[in-house]
């Protein structure tokens, strides 16, 4: 059977306590472990056992130099469910300090973010399938910024996202 999706992710942190609490202001999620150091997060409405690991490395740690001098891990993504939920988080991200950008890439409306440690996020709603036809596959083929609320008039704000799109081969 092939990979089905992506179950949980590990990031090492300056202050696990500090990241504790920026995932759950930003994002909702939940400590379901945690020990001397670490700690294990599961996002709301998850069947995880948990989405987010968080281990501790110091206040004297270097940034990640992925992608400026070193091959690396350049983002994860979590998906929601609803523009309005896209929405509502655009907004907390904002109040936090956290977001670094918005973008329509067509099929996938999505938000970029960064946590205290610089590492970067993004948090992302699908087109659901009986919207996607071949003007917005082709649309794919360059970034707009982001417009909530056309999407929002266009698709509907409780509208439920899609489960991703395959790319014609």
Do not use: C
């Amino acid at each position: 059977m092939p990979v089905q999706r992506l179950n949980h992710a590990v990031l090492y942190v300056r202050d696990v306590e500090r990241s504790v609490a920026f995932y759950r202001e930003a994002l909702g999620f939940e400590v379901v472990m945690g020990m001397p150091g670490a700690a294990f997060l599961q996002a709301p409405g998850s069947t995880n056992d948990h989405d987010l690991g968080l281990f501790q490395i110091g206040q004297d740690a270097g940034p990640s130099p992925a992608g400026r001098t070193a091959v690396g891990l350049y983002h994860l993504a979590w998906e929601v469910d609803t523009l309005d939920e896209l929405e509502r988080i655009s907004a907390r991200l904002s109040e936090l300090g956290a977001l670094v950008g918005a973008s329509d890439h067509a099929t996938t409306k999505a938000l970029y973010a960064r946590d205290p440690d610089g590492l970067e996020f993004e948090v992302s709603w699908l087109v659901p399938a009986e919207f996607v036809d071949e003007a917005l596959l082709a649309a794919r083929s360059r970034i707009r910024p982001l417009d909530l609320a056309a999407d929002r008039a266009r698709y509907g704000g409780q509208t439920r996202g899609g489960v991703g799109v395959s790319i014609p081969g």
